[in-house]
């Protein structure tokens, strides 16, 4: 089905006309609009990578794609201000159209000045051009449907046939994920809805603390953490502590601390790297390096006896890898990026949990975010430190940055630790 061509105008024509205006603002401001232009070119691999070749690539799939956390998605900072209409987010662009540069530039720009001042600059445009009209019936219809959920692999479907919670979100996650797609939801209504599951409320507050511990003292309660750290880190917060929590539980061949410890270590080197480096997302790299070992616990948490064996082998000389296709025919890899998809986390944090034993080799061929070969490069350096050249080169970092952020993770994984698992 084509692209609906009224609504599409009208999109391009809106955001052409704000990018002009935005320009003028920006000038008069002083902004350093070289960081613009580094921004379009750590976000150019990623877009080619993702976004070509997708039928229905959306406003909100851009706006998700080129997601800073700091200053949260454009698309819904212009609807809020009226800039377009929650139809105009839906609608699918051209690959690589005029449209799509139009999007890619307005969701940079938002970066650039930040949330407060973005907010600012749309609703000066709209009060002096009108806010954008809803869409008509016909140009509604005429959006196709999001496409399906691709079907899991056979070989997970296979040994999980009837582990449908897996892939479903908990109610209460859900409602507070629903609070948090609008920053006009009072932090009181947010902080409330996560303190109703008892087991979300205290293992989110301290994956708060264990990740955060560098950001000045410790945070004392829900509500402090949701004015602190904002929506788009909230969110993420969230969606790893209920993950967590439906699954960690110390069991017998299972330890628990070290998979903390592991995580630990692999988040906060993926989030100094990727300061260091100036690429991917600081965030994203910490729940991706998190998360990546979640296939283990879905497997120690169904799986107990099997996993033992599993042990057995990698103690006779198995790799971890090779005993876990021996046991159950499909790799934890595999398993936590299928979870991770379900639960509609981005495909930095699905994709690093599919591809942190990957070869360096493999991650070069392979169309990954960054944010995944981050997560790779360090988990593969952990288990041998005689890959630090190769991983230096894989991450295009000097190897004392490399060493320096690693030891400084381990310090603060450590600091961590004492949080989650005392």
């Known amino acids: 089905m084509d692209t609906p061509g ?7 024509d809106r955001l052409r006309a704000y990018l002009a205006f935005l320009k003028q603002k920006m000038l008069a401001a002083g902004d350093d609009l070289d960081r613009l232009s580094q921004l379009r070119r750590l976000n150019d691999v990623r877009i080619q990578q993702f976004a070509v070749g997708k039928p229905q690539l959306t406003v909100g799939d851009l706006a998700g794609l080129v997601l800073d956390p700091k200053s949260g998605p454009f698309d819904q900072a212009a609807v809020a ?21 139009f999007v890619i530039e307005a969701c940079l720009t938002h970066q650039l000045v930040g949330a407060p001042r973005s907010a600012g600059y749309l609703k000066e445009f709209v009060a002096l051009k009108g806010a954008a009209q809803d869409l008509s019936r016909s140009e509604a219809r005429a959006i196709p449907a999001a496409p399906a959920i691709a079907p899991l692999p056979l070989a997970v479907a296979r040994l999980l046939p009837e582990a449908h919670e897996l892939w479903t979100l908990p109610a209460s996650a859900r409602n507070v994920l629903k609070l948090l797609e609008s920053a006009g939801t009072p932090a009181d209504a947010v902080a409330r809805e996560i303190e109703k599951d008892a087991a979300l409320g205290p293992l989110f507050l301290k994956i708060v603390n264990a990740a955060y511990s560098w950001s000045g003292g410790r945070t004392a309660s829900i509500k402090l953490a949701v004015v602190k750290f904002g929506y788009p880190v909230i969110r ?41 480096t100036r690429t991917g997302q600081p965030d994203e790299c910490f729940f991706a390096g998190l998360l990546h070992d979640a296939g283990r616990l879905v497997l120690h948490r ?29 790799r934890h890899a595999e398993i936590g990026a299928c979870v991770c998809e379900r639960w509609n986390l981005p495909a930095s944090i ?6 942190h034993h990957s070869s360096h080799e493999d991650l070069e061929r392979a169309q990954v975010p960054r944010e995944a070969i981050l997560v790779s490069a360090l988990c593969r350096l952990a288990r041998n430190a005689g890959e630090l050249d190769a991983g230096c080169a894989l991450l295009q970092a000097p190897r004392d940055r490399v060493q320096q952020a690693c030891a400084e993770a381990e310090k603060l994984a450590r600091e961590g630790l004492a949080e989650l698992a005392p």
């Open 302 to 330: 169904l799986f107990p006896a099997p996993m033992k064996e599993v042990a057995a082998a990698m103690a006779g000389g198995a790799s971890r890898d090779h005993a876990e296709d021996a046991v159950f025919g499909v």
């Open 236 to 276: 993420r917060l969230v969606q790893a502590a209920t993950l967590i929590a439906r699954l960690a539980r110390q069991s017998e061949g299972f330890d628990l601390k070290d998979f903390w410890s592991h995580g630990l270590r692999t988040a906060h080197a993926s989030f100094l790297l990727a300061r260091i």
């Open 6 to 12: 009224p609504a599409l105008e009208v999109l391009k």
């Open 81 to 101: 201000a009226g800039l377009l209409r929650p139809g105009h987010i839906a609608i699918p662009l051209p690959a690589m159209g005029e449209e799509t540069g």
């Open 350 to 355: 699905s994709q690093a949990a599919r591809h």
